[in-house]
């Protein structure tokens, strides 16, 4: 794993396997992906992100990829756009 430089990083890094777990999941557009699916799936691949999962998932969230689930994350459709590289 790389060295952490900056909360900046640490925080697109979590965002980045955030969006990650979508598409390891086959999470669709309008589809949640869950709480307990993503907290292990961050676990294996960075384990940093508790520090900063919160503002990974405000970012996310501010260039409209998710949108807040009571239980997870909802795929946006510019989300699924940018998982999956398609306009439809």
Not at 29 to 55: A, M, N, S, T
């Amino acid at each position: 794993m790389e060295e952490l430089h900056s909360d900046a990083d640490n925080i697109e890094n979590t965002a980045q396997c955030i969006m990650d777990a979508f598409k390891a999941f086959d999470i669709r557009e309008g589809e949640v992906l869950h709480y307990q699916q993503l907290y292990p799936f961050l676990q294996d691949r960075y384990p940093h992100y508790k520090d900063v999962q919160k503002e990974a998932e405000h970012h996310i969230t501010k260039e409209g990829y998710v949108n807040p689930a009571p239980d997870g994350l909802m795929l946006t459709q510019v989300g699924s756009e940018h998982v999956w590289g398609n306009k439809g």
